[in-house]
């Protein structure tokens, strides 16, 4: 049976005053899809994110999530139910150690807020712990776990974002542009992890990087001039000569200026 439809967007259209970002876009998505999103700066990419989450409200379509328009749901609500987007550099806790900013992330999955934090013991919250402690193991993070956040790399950093969208458990997972500002051995750790995350998890990812959104996506969507140029096959997208044309042509011009 062919896996459901987990997302839908439907003719979506947003503007900022009178600059028209976003026309009409509609697009479905299923299940344990993986969907690389490209196009060039300003394409609005990050602005169809927002709409997903719930950060930005569409000036006209809906967003239906399960079968359910979620259109008008708050941003903390989808989060909750399982539409994750990676955390933002700026959203660690840069003061508290790697493995402090995954105890909280995982007491907001358990609802336990504000629980543990105040009078922390290993004792008290023990299956809290032992989750946290499996998820250092499983990500080879033990010589970082009780480094202070702001002590890391910029690339750590980002990486511990990442870390900590997946730890929550999402559905539907929106990465955007996860290795930015990562050197190559940081790059090819987040790769690896996202090669391994569960299948039935459904990823969407904006990625400038063209070698890493071709080898992670099955799927993929250029978006152009507010609309889906085209959405397909990796293969087939990889050689459309509009979508070479774009890329091709941006870095000719670039070489002549
Ligand atoms: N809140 C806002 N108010 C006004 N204009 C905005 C707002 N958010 C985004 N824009 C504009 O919308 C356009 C699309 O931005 P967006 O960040 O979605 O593009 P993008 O495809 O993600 O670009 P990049 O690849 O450079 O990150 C840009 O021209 C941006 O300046």
Redesign the pocket.
Known sequence: MENPVILKIDRVGMH?GG?E?LKNVSLEVKKGERIGII?P???????FFNILTGDLKPSSGSIYYKGENITNVANFKRTNAGIVRTFQRNNLLNELTVLDNLLLVLQRKHHLQNVWFKKRNEKKYPKLFEEANQLIKTWGLEKRANEIVKKLSYGEQRQIEILLGIAINPQVLLLDEPTAGMSQAETDYIVDLLHNLPKDLTVLI?E?DLEVVFGLADRMVV?YDGGILIDGDPNEVRNDRRVNEIYIGKEEAAAHA
């Open positions: 900022f600059l970002i196009g700066n300003g394409a609005g990419k990050t602005t904006i400038h978006l």
